[in-house]
């Protein structure tokens, strides 16, 4: 479970697609661990919340007691990355009353963007800090950011102005879904990311 520079990457496995997550972590030489208790987090340098139903992963995270956990963990200086679902979990609010983000990322999140399953769409994208080819999205009933806060940088953004990608610090979230096609640049990233205890990527 070891990635570049050491550093160790949990998936959050209460519901969602983390089992592709893992593949693909796997696919660039890092075995990842299933986090489905908070004593889980425990020596990880990075957690993953992976896609799947929000409100789902909110009551389940609520009944494990990770909404306590995870932003101390976060504070002790935890990298964690949200795809689609994840994104909303970890966001400070939704334009939707429910469900309750952790608040962990200075955005403001609009749930279902793009409208209903029969919606999704795969899309290319440039994104910030990765270089060549662009990078190829993934949208399943995907959220777009509303909102952002200060300090929080937008990494991919849709024609519209809307953005897709996010980070601050150690702290990233995608709408899309890296761990649905081959590349594996984004997951290179978010390792990148968790081994650099001082939040900045390698160039």
């Known amino acids: 479970m070891v990635a570049t520079g050491g550093s160790r990457i ?33 020596g990880l340098d990075g957690l993953i919340i992976p896609g799947g139903e929000s409100t789902a992963i909110t009551k389940l995270m609520d009944a494990y007691s990770f909404r306590a956990a995870l932003p101390r963990a976060v504070a002790d ?15 400070r609010s939704l334009t939707d009353p429910y469900p309750k983000p952790l608040g962990l990322l200075d955005i403001k999140v609009s749930r279902n963007w793009f409208g209903r399953q029969v919606d999704s769409f795969e899309s290319d994208f440039k994104f910030k800090g990765i270089r060549g080819k662009p990078i190829r999205a993934v949208f399943i009933r ?44 984004v997951h290179r990233y978010f390792a990148d990311l968790a081994a650099a205890k001082d939040g900045k990527t390698r160039d």
Not at 12 to 33: K, M, N, T, V
Not at 77 to 91: D, E, S
């Open 77 to 91: 200086g935890l990298a964690v990355w949200g795809t689609c679902a994840g994104m909303i979990v970890m966001a």
């Open 10 to 42: 949990g998936v959050l496995a209460l519901q969602g697609d983390f089992a592709e997550h893992l593949a693909a972590l796997r696919s660039i030489g890092i075995e990842g661990e299933e986090v489905r208790k908070v004593s889980q987090l425990e």
């Open 142 to 185: 995907a959220p777009v950011v509303e909102e952002i806060g200060d300090g929080v940088e937008e990494l991919a953004v849709l024609p519209d102005g809307h953005a897709v990608a996010v980070r601050s610090g150690r702290l990233m979230a995608t709408a899309f879904h890296p761990e649905l096609t081959d590349d594996r640049r």
